[in-house]
Nanobody, 121 residues
Framework: VQLVESGGDLVRAGGSLRLSCAAS????????ISWFRQAPGKEREAISC????????VYADSVKGRFTISSDNAKNMVYLQMNSLKPEDTAVYYC???????????????WGQGTQVTVSS
């Protein structure tokens, strides 16, 4: 199983970014993909998850209404559209895979390498 994130960048507050997570080595329908983020000195935070088989999604309150998770099952891709970005969204963003969505990072066996998002004020 391999997960590769991309799309991180430096953006001004109020701007938008779309992160991508390319998944390979497993059958998409059997997994859920979550986005986590980790800011310096803080714990890794679960922000969104999508269940590939039925497209159901969940969001953390901190990003609800601003971020949208989606998937392209044919391409084994998961996206995180981030709008109305704030300086506090600055973090390394990771995608992770397991059978079902959970906010507990330790339960995810598969992780990408992360992509840096920096939001300037």
């Amino acid at each position: 199983v391999q997960l590769v994130e991309s799309g991180g960048d430096l953006v001004r507050a109020g701007g938008s970014l779309r992160l991508s997570c390319a998944a390979s080595g497993f059958t998409a329908d059997d997994y859920a993909i979550s986005w986590f983020r980790q800011a310096p000195g803080k714990e890794r935070e679960a922000i969104s998850c999508i269940t590939w088989s039925d497209g159901s999604t969940v969001y953390a309150d901190s990003v609800k209404g601003r971020f949208t998770i989606s998937s392209d099952n044919a391409k084994n891709m998961v996206y995180l559209q981030m709008n109305s970005l704030k300086p506090e969204d600055t973090a390394v963003y990771y995608c992770a895979a397991r059978a079902t969505c959970t906010i507990v990072a330790e339960l995810y066996p598969y992780w990408g390498q992360g992509t840096q998002v920096t939001v300037s004020s």
